[in-house]
């Protein structure tokens, strides 16, 4: 059986890391009968370790497996720890057999960003591999499936097959090659500028991330602890 590594660097002087430990405690439950092994490293003892990780603050999640490393940039909640952990983990693209898969997936996954490719079972079609190398690149900020036509109701259209396809803010979006042939550039771009939703929460770990969409940013800096503005604030 294939294992799975989510450290948590730390050092013992740093206040943050004291803040997080009862919550990746409770990560660390959550995961403890799946094949996702949960540790902790404390980077003064073993500092050279750190270093080869590329470890430079604390603390730093990290989600290891084999050649691959991933480092988690968003809230340190145990919620978006343990989607971190779900997106880091498994292949890259994600396979939808059935159209009941379908509706299971996009329950799970609520109100985040899902891409899928629709086309046959093909893993040699060129729009499918530029498709999986992208996914490698971006799984850490989004979910990405692949499926048949048949996995999907019949009110969801689309131009061109294979195709891409984004669901995200309850709509439905298509992937429209330049010239009808798709590039690795186009699709790459379009995933990126597609990443997030319409109205997402800015985090100190994503910011540089929603930059590189390359579309402007409208930025509503709110308050949600301040109980005399909660109106203003929920507006």
């Excluded at 799975?4 to 990560?27: I, R, S």
């Excluded at 991330?209 to 005399?228: H, P, Q, S």
Aim: aromatic fraction near 14%; proline fraction near 5%; charge should be negative.
């Amino acid at each position: 059986m294939e294992f799975f590594f989510f450290f948590q660097f730390y050092a013992p002087w740093c206040g943050h890391c004291k803040k997080l430990e009862p919550t990746f405690h409770e990560v660390s439950v959550e995961l403890r009968d799946s094949q996702i092994k949960v540790a902790k490293l404390d980077c003064t003892r073993y500092s050279s370790v750190a270093s080869e990780f590329g470890v430079r603050g604390f603390p730093t999640i990290k989600f290891i497996s084999g050649d691959n490393e991933f480092t988690h940039k968003g809230e340190r909640s145990k919620e978006d720890i343990l989607e971190f952990a779900n997106r880091a983990f498994g292949p890259p693209v994600r396979k939808i057999p059935s159209i009941g898969k379908f509706y299971d997936v996009k329950g799970k996954i609520a109100d985040s960003v899902m891409f899928l490719y629709v086309g046959d079972d093909d893993k040699e079609a060129d729009l499918f591999q530029k498709y999986s190398e992208v996914a490698e690149k971006s799984r850490i900020q989004a979910y990405f499936y692949a499926g048949k036509r048949n996995i999907l109701p019949q009110d969801i259209k689309f131009k061109n097959e294979p195709t891409v396809l984004v669901f995200k803010d309850g709509e439905t979006y298509e992937y429209e090659a330049p010239d009808g042939i798709p590039t690795m550039t186009s699709l790459q771009n379009w995933v990126r500028g597609e990443r997030y939703n319409a109205f997402p929460l800015v985090q100190g770990g994503n910011i540089n991330e929603m930059a590189d969409t390359e579309k402007i940013l409208v930025i509503a800096v709110v308050d949600f602890n301040d109980e005399e503005k909660s109106t203003l604030n929920a507006r």
